[in-house]
RNA sequence: GCGCCCAUAGCUCAACUGGAUAGAGUGUUGGACUACGAAUCCAAAGGUUGCAGGUUCGAAUCCUGCUGGGCGCGCCA
């Protein structure tokens, strides 16, 4: 928003430069505008004097002293200060900030959002966890960052489709049913054995004992029993995933299914396409695809010697469709076990002949629990692991997605299932949804002394002349450059952290400001103030997927 | 053996992608409710950013080499 005014400012002062030979017409002028973190450092800074004192062949301090001679700033600063070793900072309005917020109350906090995606299609793909058992924790992770930036982008003026892609065609399928199989003649009362490599999880059992229960009729051949076993079986854990995820809040455009990729052809076109562009060869009775080309990586097999394709076949299809649907933009998101897997598949979106930087892809560390304090081991094939499902009965849908997003996605997240579960001031996810209760409680007591939401327009901001009032403007503004950082970086965890930071300011001044008071005209500035406030608050809780209380 | 990621206050983590004096929370200590919700606030203390070099106006961030941890390296998915 502001930050553009002053790339504006700092640009007309370079052209100016240009204009009279000081700088050479041929210069990019490719400044940082950034937000110092040091308080007295301004409201903006940049650091162009460095880039542009080499060209010069002056120092910094007085390359920064010859532009800020020529800056017009009047419009929007106070005061440009050449500070440090040559930083440019911009103090800006009280005023203009007043201003900002009487437009944003105009518009409505949505004008906050910037519209970077100018309606591009992005297709954001997450969870696709094989249907082979229910999520467990590391799923949850992934969905809630998947979710939240699908929310980020779509905001951000994206146009964002959610998928889930199921993988129905593999081995795991098989080893699925036959493991429902195995136990299923258990039931029977017949011996047998339940080889280390099925399934080890009781609700392996569940399903043979629905089976049974159900008096569901099985083909009779072995084979036949298992392949309807593990269709059967893939159904309802499938079922069972889409409920939790819907519980967890998490909802897809489309369920995806690798089946299809072979019913549609997408497969056989994706060998051919690779076969006649020669990035696939033949060798050892194996059909490779030439990795090699495009990055760091040794070929790969498409089709085994057997005549059964791989995996990554079936993946490299898949992304060529999901390019042929239009999308410009594909964002998948993967445990960070799969990081080995991301050359190939970067040679391979290269070898469909786009550009590597079309795939971006997002990778989700482990998460370790956190019980009394002690680690709580999770392992799949155990058996033991820890589901979605039971952190979402014992902490709550709010307190695990905010939890989850608390950390950068590619960091190990420890994830304290006692502190999630507290209702205390210990609690982030309370901290934030306290202050919009808070605020809320405010406007009640506002209505009790009659002054209702309408007389809020006629409200003078001039009265906000407290820094700490000022701060909160800028803190509210500053929202708009949060989502944009976060659908530049895809790093959904920066909207929990402004948003603590947001109402860590506002608690600040609640308890040193008495918002209500006998100054009618004071009181309504401030309500105003409040009102954005408020809807920011509930604005970025509602890109998290988390509730934002009225009461608590 | 090769490759990728991580290492920041006692603990859990930030740092706007190379910026100024590295910040929060938690924990410890001491304070603030007979006016809007104390699920809150204020203050003190806490650091050679794993180690050693290098690149430059400037490094937690980039490069090289170590130490310690995680994960990959299949005609598995």
Redesign the pocket.
């Known amino acids: 928003m502001i930050k553009r005014t002053i790339a504006t400012i700092i640009r007309d002062a370079c052209e100016g430069c240009k204009k009279d030979g000081i700088i050479p017409v041929n210069v990019e002028i490719n400044p940082?505008i950034?937000?110092?973190?040091?308080e007295?450092?301004?409201d903006y800074?940049t650091?162009i004097a460095?880039?542009l004192?080499?060209v010069l062949k002056k120092s910094?301090q007085e390359t920064a002293g010859i532009l800020v001679r020529r800056m017009d700033f009047n419009a929007v600063c106070d005061k440009i200060d050449v500070?440090?070793?040559?930083?440019i900072?911009f103090y800006v309005k009280d005023a203009i900030w007043q201003k900002l917020l009487q437009d944003v109350y105009a518009e409505g906090v949505d004008a906050l959002f910037p519209e970077t995606g100018q309606g591009k299609k992005v297709l954001i793909e997450f969870v696709s966890a094989?249907p082979t058992g229910p999520l467990h924790i590391g799923h949850g992770r992934g969905a809630a960052v998947g979710d939240v930036l699908a929310n980020i982008l779509s905001k951000a003026g994206y146009n964002v489709t959610r998928e889930y892609y199921i993988?129905d065609?593999?081995?795991?399928i098989k080893t699925l049913g036959r493991s429902t199989f195995l136990r299923w003649q258990e039931l029977k009362g017949m011996q047998v054995s339940y080889e280390q490599d099925l399934y080890q999880g009781e609700y392996i059992k569940d399903l043979a004992r629905e089976i049974v229960e159900k008096n569901i009729d099985i083909p009779s051949g072995e084979e036949d029993a298992i392949a309807f076993m593990a269709r059967f079986s893939g159904e309802v854990i499938m079922d069972g995933i889409v409920k939790d995820l819907e519980d967890f809040g998490v909802y897809f455009d489309n369920y995806y299914k690798e089946s299809a990729l072979y019913e549609r052809g997408v497969i056989d076109d994706t060998l051919s396409l690779l076969k006649d562009k020669g990035y696939a060869y033949e060798?050892?009775?194996?059909f490779w695809f030439k990795t090699s080309a495009f990055e760091k990586d040794?070929d790969?097999?498409l089709i085994?010697?057997?005549g059964?394709k791989?995996?990554?076949t079936s993946d490299i299809a898949y992304h060529l469709d999901k390019f042929r649907r239009a999308y410009g933009t594909l964002v998948d998101i993967w445990g960070?076990?799969?990081?080995?897997?991301i050359p190939r598949l970067k040679a391979a979106i290269q070898a469909l002949g786009k550009d590597k930087e079309d795939l971006k892809v997002i990778l989700i560390?482990?998460v370790s629990l956190l019980k009394d304090g002690k680690p709580v081991g999770m392992s799949t094939r155990a058996g033991a692991f820890t589901t979605l499902r039971e952190v979402l009965d014992e902490v709550g849908r709010d307190a695990a997605r905010f939890f989850f997003l608390?950390?950068?996605s590619?960091?190990?997240?420890?994830f304290d299932l006692d502190l999630a579960k507290k209702?205390?001031?210990?609690?982030?996810v309370?901290?934030v949804?306290?202050a919009y209760?808070?605020i809320?409680?405010?406007f009640r007591?506002a209505g009790d002394e009659g002054i209702d939401a309408d007389q809020l327009k006629n409200a003078d901001l001039r009265l906000l002349a407290q820094e700490d009032e000022i701060n909160l403007i800028k803190g509210i503004i500053h929202f708009h450059?949060v989502i944009e950082?976060c659908a530049r970086?895809f790093?959904p965890?920066?909207i929990t952290?402004y948003l603590?930071?947001l109402v860590?300011n506002f608690?600040?001044y609640?308890?040193?400001?008495?918002?209500?008071?006998d100054d009618r005209e004071l009181t309504l500035a401030r309500l105003l103030l409040l009102y954005m406030l408020r809807e920011v608050i509930r604005s970025g809780l509602n890109v998290l997927g988390v509730s934002a209380p009225?009461?608590?």
Do not use: C, W
């Open positions: 940082i950034e937000i110092p973190k040091e007295g450092h301004g800074s650091n460095f880039l004192a080499p910094p500070a440090g070793k040559g930083f900072n094989n993988n065609a593999g081995r795991q060798k050892d009775g194996a040794e790969r097999v085994k010697s057997d059964e791989t995996y990554f960070s076990d799969h990081h080995g897997y560390q482990f608390m950390r950068k590619d960091a190990h997240l420890e209702t205390s001031n210990e609690n982030p309370y901290y949804q306290y209760a808070r809320m409680s405010i007591n450059d950082g970086s790093e965890h920066r952290f603590l930071d860590g608690h600040s609640y308890n040193k400001t008495r918002v209500l008071g009225e009461k608590m």
